[in-house]
């Protein structure tokens, strides 16, 4: 995403023709689409489209009131983000009931590092509701029996917020294409390894039962593949022989919290962009992080290295 395109984002039921009725409307209005991507999984249709609009006909009142009628008539979602809406972004962190990572946000938010508002914090329990009272934002719970969520009603609070930023501040629930399609690349988990190793729920557990010596922590683009979202920032700490459980969470959650503050720092300056499900940082004048820090190069061996420097004897 540069800052300098309007995004409009179509979700709905899959259907022959959507594609064409869509960027028919756009050509029709003098609108340049700069790029496009689309998919479709388990039956819902989901397009991006980053589009150039300084030279289109009509107002950009009038080209929300066709996009939404567009999608009243076809039974689509239609999202659009003009350059001016991304000036003061939004977030609503999504939680459950581990407060650390929750807690470093409204320590960044509060020390303005962030460059954004915390609009709402959801939950689909309210252990962390006193937190969120603390730093005076609202909170909703939107749990269900046996926690699970309530998506229409996440949906509708995204909606309410005019939210521009998904965080998952250790969300223990998976979010459907339903979400995942409507907020693509704008939704960032961290997750407690070094993916793609050990995906999925009790990674430290994972980690410490295949014996590994060195564990980590994710930040990651959400995509509707359970924690295969591109990468943004990766923390790695050591595993002692005599780790146990409750060790390796005192090690990582700082990490955790560490590695999404600053992976949600990246998006809202616009620093990180994705190609081909892989995230690449612009050039800026920000010295990040993204893995180990600087320090450990000069512990890192440089030699030998095939092809580089080989002595060869020649007897001949």
């Excluded at 470093?104 to 709402?120: S, Y």
């Excluded at 939107?142 to 609070?157: A, F, H, K, V, Y």
């Excluded at 359970?226 to 050591?238: C, E, K, N, S």
Aim: with cysteine.
């Amino acid at each position: 995403m540069t800052t300098d395109v309007t995004e409009i984002t179509v979700v709905g039921d899959d259907d022959t023709g959507l594609i064409a009725r869509v960027t028919s409307l756009l050509f029709e209005r003098g609108i340049n689409i700069e790029d496009l991507d689309q998919a479709v999984r388990d039956g819902v249709f989901r397009m991006y489209l980053a589009v150039d609009t300084t030279e289109m006909v009509c107002t950009e009142e009038k080209l929300r009131e066709d996009l939404q009628e567009l999608g009243d008539d076809l039974g689509l979602d239609v999202q659009v983000r003009f350059p001016a809406d991304r000036d003061h972004q939004q977030i609503a962190v999504l939680v459950t009931k581990e407060s650390h990572c929750l807690e470093a946000l409204f320590e960044a938010w509060a020390n303005d590092e962030l460059g954004a508002d915390i609009g709402v914090v959801i939950g689909n329990h309210d252990d962390l509701q006193p937190l969120a009272e603390h730093y005076d934002v609202p909170f909703h719970d939107i749990g269900l029996e046996g926690g699970q969520q309530d998506e229409e009603r996440l949906l509708e609070l995204l909606e309410e917020y005019s939210v521009d930023l998904i965080v998952l501040a250790r969300y223990m629930r998976i979010l459907s294409p339903n979400v995942v399609f409507r907020y693509e690349d704008r939704i960032i988990n961290v997750h407690p390894s070094l993916l793609p190793a050990f995906p999925g729920a009790e990674a430290y557990r994972q980690a410490l039962e295949e014996g590994v010596r060195v564990a980590g922590v994710t930040a990651h683009y959400v995509t509707t593949d359970l924690d295969q979202g591109p990468v943004i920032t990766q923390r790695a700490f050591d595993v002692p022989d005599d780790a146990d459980l409750e060790g390796m969470k005192r090690r990582g959650q700082p990490l955790e919290a560490d590695a999404l503050i600053e992976a949600v720092r990246l998006h809202l300056n616009g620093d990180v962009s994705v190609h081909r499900g892989r995230t690449t940082v612009r050039e800026n004048g920000e010295n990040y992080q993204l893995g180990l820090p600087e320090e450990i190069e000069e512990f890192t061996p440089d030699r030998p290295v095939d092809g580089i420097g080989a002595v060869v004897a020649n007897d001949d």
